[in-house]
């Protein structure tokens, strides 16, 4: 069985795997491309040994985020969940100027992952790293956005929805946008709107699986 969920803020994807487990006693339950906990959205769910075999379909699917930047100030996690490292001026925004800049990012491109990321080096996942001050290389993923549109600003917030390939990092994107701009940013929010063919209006709560389980049992 292949379920989209509406992730909550707050929580990661595993537990949310492993809720679902509680749930059905289903061993096999996997998701189709993780969510940052402080990120909302589309997380696809997997119930099962067949269904887990799909989900790499899902995992390589685009997605499409709608996010909030703000601007003059990075954090280490490049999300507001972090310390603040660095503060810098904010030029005046124009309409143009961010446009011209979005137009930038679009196509086929290299990205850095981020250290606070769940990519593996050597079999540690970087976020692991990253907690105890360590930085290593990492290579660059070739990603694809294929589209970035504004959505509204004001002196130093920046809302934008966005599609992309497999292994973007939209609080990457955030910073490089920032970068572009002449300052420093971070994310403080971030909602996945679709994920391959899913969007939110497909998706149920995690208390509405457990509602439904229970009723099919009986």
């Not at 992309?164 to 420093?184: E, F, H, M, P």
Request: proline content about 4%; glycine content about 8%; hydrophobic content about 35%.
């Amino acid at each position: 069985m292949i379920v989209p969920i509406n992730k909550p803020i707050g929580v990661t994807s595993f537990d949310v795997v492993k809720k679902v487990r509680k749930i059905t006693r289903i061993k096999k339950v996997g998701h189709g491309g993780t969510l940052d906990p402080f990120a909302e959205g589309v997380l696809i769910i997997g119930i099962g040994r067949k269904s887990t075999r799909r989900l790499d379909y899902y995992n390589n699917s685009n997605k499409q985020y709608i996010a909030e930047l703000q601007l003059g100030s990075s954090t280490d996690t490049l999300d507001l969940t972090g310390e603040i490292i660095e503060k810098k001026e904010i030029p005046q925004l124009q309409k143009s100027m961010i446009e011209n800049i979005f137009s930038q990012f679009i196509g086929l491109q290299n990205q850095l992952p981020p250290m606070y990321s769940a990519k593996k080096i050597n079999g540690i996942r970087l976020y692991k790293l990253a907690r105890m001050k360590k930085t290593v290389k990492r290579k660059p993923n070739q990603i694809t956005i294929t589209s970035l549109e504004l959505i509204d600003y004001n002196s130093n917030k920046i809302n934008f929805s966005v599609s992309c390939s497999k292994g973007t990092y939209i609080r990457q994107l955030g910073l490089d946008i920032a970068n572009k701009l002449g300052t420093v940013g971070h994310l403080t929010k971030l909602n996945r709107i679709k994920a391959g063919p899913y969007t939110l209006d497909d998706c149920i709560s995690i208390s509405a699986i457990e509602k439904t389980w229970m009723s099919s049992q009986i």
